[in-house]
């Protein structure tokens, strides 16, 4: 069963039960206008990823900001979507297997839909899915941008793989999808550039051979809040798929310059204080299964010398400052994606009061 | 929402969509019954820990096995169980908040439930709620015997504790909570009964101490799926909190000797190759959203040479080993509990064969 909500509009914060997914709606709004902004310049368009916020109400809010779509990585997430009204959707990611594809397939009924394969026996499988259920389906080629796990190699196997869709009288060749996760992450603005500079020479080659096939890519689509600028200049990407600019969490926020060091925190857990029998410790209700620790720990939001030092299932110590019995902390989570994904609603809040809740519709969308 | 349940009865195993939490049924009640066998010479009782579990469906076999009751860590959780007909519940941890704890209150009208604490002033909040709730709530004292978290001191202080408790006309001193959780994963059997025996001097030189001042303790709970032996075995602990014990994982397995050897992994994560691009490397469709990777990446089951080498979100590397694309896979959890709170379902699976679907009813009962 869904867990009701931890608050309602019009309470204080700290009347908020815990733990509980807190969304500051000022730094949220700022964020996606600040992408919009970025964006503006280099005519790529922004395609946000909902891996990051499973949820229909922040995807619309994204839409009204100038996001042309949504991207998704789950057949599941795609349905949530869909089904919220949400008008034009990638799966960036492979599907394998029948009833996901034709889970995947229904969808072109009541949105524009693609999909990402990198193997042509599965091209086969999804137009299969496409022929019986009478419509047509965009498929982009994924290729391997340094990644080392998706993805068939750019060039020459991108090319045959692109030419075996375009030949499917049930699918239409939907592009490139060309993401590299870890550069996210690297932590210098230049090793960022650099490892970009290498995707952008591979897209380059593969979309030229691509059209000397006669093969134009409707999308180019990759990029994520760590590199993002980078793709957008190069002139050949069309769509950018960040997810976490609109939260932002401890780890983006490790990253040193670039343009995403202008978004700023706007998730937060917010815990309480359930223990603390000695000076200089005190223990939270959030563990582990209240807030990521993937990427490490959370950071402790706004109080002076306490860190969180470390998670078990259901606690979290506090140390190195004090705290009172009862008190309620934010943490910034090291990870936003997986910790939204533990959650039920997101509590919006502004101006230390509750002024919505949402729910997070596509929680545990895995399939 | 929740998500739709991901096979039915009757279908082959190789027919269940992923990612999937996969019960083994034979093992799942080899497991119960010899937890049962194990307690069973030394009196201690089994009050089995349904932050594994997250479900009335297991916690009511568990009864039927011979428990005498479930404990949670939250209200939350409380509530699924004695809502889902369980007659027997311990928080076995603090509870801070007045609006929680008119929650916990409530559910004594339905269920006999009794709470932990370790603060007085939290122990007059517990007192307030049950006057305005109009019931007599058990407290339970929990003393640090080890861990370093939560608990007063074992001694004059869990004394001074319990008389607060005694002494208010809406409390009931209900024992000591008596928990080390890091010691369940100290690999030999020497380190863990070593420590065990360090915990059970505390335990017994405070049950003397309180007897002294005329207050004796229904229950004296603790122990895990590591040590539960040697708690057991004290002729001391009354009553025994293991969890882990009905499904185990890879953590718990690589444990040496001891009787928790005797438990058979039950739960598995069903996951399919979604992509295989090039030789010695596959990917499954199940990253650290479907599998919790706190205790370490997990086993692949019965895949000879075939390992589970890194988790990103959505995403599982195998390496080492030939797998091809749409295979499914079993996956055994580094760790149970982060990882079923991560579904809304089980797929009871028996002979090759779906033979229940369950609901994760706890699932995200965080507060």
């Not at 700290?14 to 949220?28: I, K, R």
């Not at 922040?58 to 057949?75: E, N, P």
């Not at 950071?299 to 470390?310: A, I, K, M, S």
Request: charged letters at 20%; a negative charge.
């Amino acid at each position: 069963m869904l867990q009701p909500p931890p608050a309602q509009p019009g309470m204080r914060e700290d009347e908020v039960d815990t733990p509980a997914l807190l969304l500051d709606l000022d730094a949220f709004e700022h964020n996606l206008a600040r992408m919009q902004a970025l964006l503006a310049p280099s005519g790529a368009k922004l395609r946000a990823h909902a891996k990051t916020h499973k949820s229909t109400v922040v995807a619309h809010r994204q839409l009204a900001a100038g996001a042309v779509g949504q991207c998704v990585q789950k057949v599941a997430e795609a349905e949530i979507l869909a089904w919220g009204g949400i008008a034009d959707i990638l799966v960036s990611n492979e599907v394998v297997g029948d009833a996901k594809l034709a889970r995947f397939a229904a969808l072109a009924r009541i949105a524009t839909v693609a999909i990402c394969a990198d193997d042509p026996a599965n091209v086969a499988r999804i137009a299969a899915a496409a022929e019986a259920a009478c419509v047509r389906l965009s498929v982009l080629v994924e290729i391997d941008v340094g990644g080392g796990r998706c993805g068939v190699q750019p060039g020459p196997e991108a090319v045959a793989l692109a030419q075996a869709i375009a030949g499917s009288p049930h699918l239409r060749f939907g592009g490139l999808q060309a993401y590299h996760g870890r550069a996210q992450h690297f932590r210098t603005p230049e090793e960022r550039g650099q490892a970009i500079g290498l995707v952008v020479d591979d897209v380059r080659r593969t979309v030229e051979q691509l059209r000397q096939q006669g093969l134009e890519c409707p999308i180019i689509g990759g990029a994520g809040t760590g590199t993002f600028e980078h793709e957008a200049a190069s002139g050949l990407y069309t769509e950018i798929q960040a997810g976490s600019y609109c939260f932002m969490d401890a780890d983006y926020a490790a990253n040193r310059g670039g343009a995403s060091a202008g978004f700023r925190h706007a998730l937060f857990v917010l815990a309480t204080v359930m223990s603390a029998t000695r000076p200089g410790l005190g223990v939270v209700d959030a563990g582990h299964k209240a807030v990521a620790i993937d990427s490490g720990m959370p950071l402790v939001w706004e109080r002076e010398g306490v860190r969180y030092t470390g998670a078990s299932d259901e606690h979290g110590k506090l140390e190195g400052g004090r705290v009172s019995l009862g008190e309620k902390i934010r943490l910034v989570p090291g990870h936003c994606d997986p910790t939204v994904d533990r959650y039920d609603w997101y509590v919006g809040v502004r101006g230390g009061r509750v002024e919505c809740v949402w729910p997070v519709s596509a929680r545990g969308a895995m399939a």
